[in-house]
């Protein structure tokens, strides 16, 4: 079964790239197009995509403000990855606290774009954990915020194996777990956290203090 993306970005010419290379792939397909985040909702609503590209900056309503309206207005909202031209942009950090599973550079390369989808597909990693870290040190405070969330030891530690960047299997491995019982730990870090994805599990272990970019 192919996931859907929706392109959204002012600009046809990106829109264009995507979609060839999108449309190349066996396993992915663009659903559709949109030139503003006041289009989103309602190309979400009728096409159902899976993940929607997003710019973060557009002129009329952005992506930030596109991606809170999906995450606070639907139940199950489509992953959205950020598309922008500088990592260190705090737009991009806003993103992912409003809701987005990642971000991606105009300037990155086809695989690059089409791995990046496949990784919030699955959601069994961090996309660009090492970027998302370097982010999170202009805002990360000092102490531990999650204390209060009722994580367990256990629990504590797979957070903080995400945070790093590993993959469910990674930590299985890290931890001497069976994969099993690390998705049943990562299940019970994002119910506890009220997170939908690792990727606001980890901003949320940053933005508390929890975890600190330097580990």
Avoid: C, W
């Amino acid at each position: 079964m192919r996931a859907g993306v929706l392109l959204v970005d002012d600009e046809p010419l990106i829109r264009a790239g995507l979609r060839a290379i999108i449309d190349s792939e066996d396993d992915l397909s663009v659903v559709g197009e949109a030139a503003d985040g006041a289009e989103v909702p309602g190309l979400v609503a009728r096409l159902r995509p899976d993940v929607v590209l997003m710019d973060v900056r557009m002129p009329a309503v952005d992506g930030i403000r596109a991606t809170t309206h999906l995450m606070s207005t639907l139940d199950d909202p489509p992953k959205v990855i950020v598309v922008t031209t500088f990592e260190n942009d705090d737009y991009v950090y806003d993103a992912l606290v409003a809701g987005a599973s990642g971000f991606l550079l105009k300037r990155a390369r086809p695989a690059e774009i089409v791995a990046a989808i496949r990784t919030v597909v699955t959601g069994e990693s961090l996309l660009f954990p090492a970027a998302i870290r370097r982010l999170a040190a202009r805002h990360a405070p000092s102490g531990d915020g999650l204390a209060g969330a009722g994580l367990t030891e256990r629990e504590r530690e797979v957070l903080r194996l995400m945070a790093a960047g590993l993959a469910n299997g990674e930590i299985a491995g890290e931890l001497y777990l069976g994969i099993q019982t690390v998705k049943t730990h990562v299940g019970n870090v994002l119910a506890k956290l009220g997170a939908r994805d690792r990727t606001q599990a980890v901003i949320r272990a940053y933005d508390s203090g929890f975890v600190t970019p330097a580990g």
